[in-house]
């Protein structure tokens, strides 16, 4: 085998598992989070870094609980807690929204695993 | 490289660095949120010039807000002026942005033998949920249920006589609920469509209908599941398709230990007691959600009937203690989501 | 009138084209455990070739090997003869390049992993692109990979053990070298 032929065998051994983790990794894995309210500029958030938001709602303060990559409302001034109840959003286009708060979570993210969600 | 051997080389070259530039370039996914209807509507188009699809976006959030006041029963507007008259009993001129819910809501009513029916406008209001956020009282008073329930307002109750429309019974009072934001989730689609724009996502509180695909692949929904968290199922659409999910968690209020939800059976004047939420995939909209409400009032027991009086294709139903529902043509485009998959009954098809 | 009188090169081509239809057609009797993973020992032809006889030969072999595989199995232009072609195409295209490498350059060995993962590409490309554009497409690209490095590097020893064993009866009866 000539040193060519090593060189290419060797490119390739270290180069094939990328292709397993670009390919077979979780795609739909969000990477950051969207914190929208109406009529501002939306915060985007990264999910590297556990955290909790509190932001100013129409009715009240939210919280927002950032942790190991994924992101949900903990607390909320409304009546129902629909937003609470929906639990941790994780991959690319989950979305939570407080309604009477008007506050909205959604993760964004390379590829969405949903383009919708119907609830 | 000696001279001959050059020029293919570079041809070679050239060629392979076209085929990349095609490759490269990914059509944008433009997206937008904004409240209307009391909930969040979110717009996604795949594909188009940014100009034109912002301005074709910003046209679908001001109709949003038209068809949001005009189609509230309980502000002032077109529907509570033709309500307030209903109750007359006198004929009038119906407002031309009310006459065609009205018309369309009758024809699904009939069909839904009764278990679709937004006349019973007045109950919504007697149980609160007239209101974004109810007050913490009990459920209203029996007497008061049954009083209302035997006088029995009905879309049918309406009678027509070109642009004038009458109600035989005064009791009559129109909310439309979800069947309006479907209507105008069809109208907005209808306009998108106009414009130039075949690949989209109109999604209203939950409630969408999508058009065309997204790109190469078609459109992927996820379905909320209604008990715990993350996705229940997720479904592929494409073409011109509608997913309506009618359940028991979207206005509710919790007394005693009871869940009483804004979904009143017309016939007993109370919320539905044993479906925690129905799901319907069909053509426009309106169709989808009038079908997924009666579903809901019908219930485990008699919901296939219904479906089928309806003319539903797809369908899906989950009882209160988790059992899934289903025709046998949802089964084979439904993917469960979650890590042990329910209990599902399949039924005839439809 | 002009007749076209075959070089001893010629026979030699259309032998070892023969010879590859054959290996093609026998193993494309042999089930696959998925659909695009074959052994591809053929190739083994392909590139035993290009080493003795430059690239230009072995393109021949290898068009000679698709068109009379394909009409012997009865597959000439189906979707599986244009996966096949693109496939061979595609090696070929690769090879061009790494035939001309200064120095040493490639050996039996990396020659048949570069065309064994190039082979895989080009059809997969073809089969994503034109007949079946399923995410679930691409979750089968590592392992179809895969199995183009296995066996692009078994393939190529097979090249070279051939090739050694070719060379060495011939050098037995060659006188032997002078002393240095």
Partial sequence: ???????????????????????????????????????????VLSLDRNQTVE??????????????????????????????????????????????????????????RYDSINF | MTRS???????????????????SREPTLYDRKFLAFGTLVEVSVYGGQRKQVEAAIDA???????????????????????????????????????????????????????????????????????????????????????????QNPRMTDIQFDGIRVRSRNPAVYLDFGGFAKGYGIDRTIDFLKSQGIHNAIINAGGDLRAIGRHGDRPWRIGIRNPRGEGMIASVDVQGDESVFTSGDYERFFIYKGVRYHHIIDPRTGYPTRDTTSATVIGTDGATCDAT??????????????????????????MGNDGTVYMNPAMAKRIHFETKKPPKVVLSPPL | MKTITATSEDYLVAWLAALAVTIHVAEAALPSPLPGVKPGLANVITIAVLVRFGWRTAAWVALLRVL?????????????????????????????????????GFGPVGYSLLAAMAHMAGQFAVAYGAFIPHPAMLHLLPVLMTASVVFGVVNGIIVRTLLNSLRAPAAEHAPSPPAP
């Avoid at chain 1, 390739?12 to 795609?27: A, E, F, M, Q």
């Avoid at chain 1, 309604?99 to 979570?105: Q, T, W």
Wanted: hydrophobic content about 45%; glycine content about 10%.
């Fill in chain 1, 1 to 43: 085998m000539t040193r060519a032929d090593w060189t290419l065998l060797i490119l390739t051994l270290v180069l094939l598992p990328t292709l397993y983790v670009g390919l077979w990794g979780d795609r739909g894995a969000g990477e950051s989070v969207e914190i929208w309210i109406p009529g501002q500029k939306p915060q």
């Fill in chain 1, 55 to 112: 932001v100013q709602g129409s009715l009240g303060t939210s919280v927002i609980e950032i942790r190991d990559h994924k992101a949900r409302f903990i607390a909320s001034p409304c009546t129902g807690k629909v937003c609470i109840h929906a639990g941790w959003q994780q991959h690319a286009g989950e979305l939570a929204a407080c309604l009477p708060n008007k506050v909205a979570i959604e993760i964004l993210g390379r590829d969405r």
């Fill in chain 2, 5 to 23: 051997t050059l020029r293919p080389a570079a041809l070679g070259l050239a060629l392979v660095l076209l085929l990349l530039a095609g490759c």
């Fill in chain 2, 60 to 150: 679908v959030e001001s109709q949003f807000r038209y068809m949001q006041k005009t189609w509230n029963p309980w502000h002032p507007g077109a529907l509570a002026r033709v309500d307030s008259l209903l109750g007359t009993t006198d004929w009038f001129s119906v407002a031309p942005s009310v006459r065609p819910l009205i018309v369309r809501a009758t024809e699904l009513s009939k069909a839904s033998g009764g278990l679709f029916d937004p006349a019973v406008g007045q109950l919504i209001k007697l149980w609160g949920f007239n209101q974004d956020a109810r007050p913490d009282v009990p459920p209203p008073d029996p007497k008061a249920i049954a009083d209302l329930t035997a």
């Fill in chain 2, 292 to 317: 997924a409400t009666a579903m809901m009032v019908a219930g485990p027991k008699d919901w296939y009937r219904v479906a089928k009086a309806m003319g539903a294709h797809y369908v899906m139903l």
């Fill in chain 3, 68 to 104: 009379a595989g394909s009409l012997l199995i009865g597959t000439f232009l189906s979707p599986t003869f244009f996966l096949s072609a693109s496939g061979a195409a595609a090696s070929m295209l690769v090879l061009w390049p790494a035939s001309r490498l200064p120095g040493r």
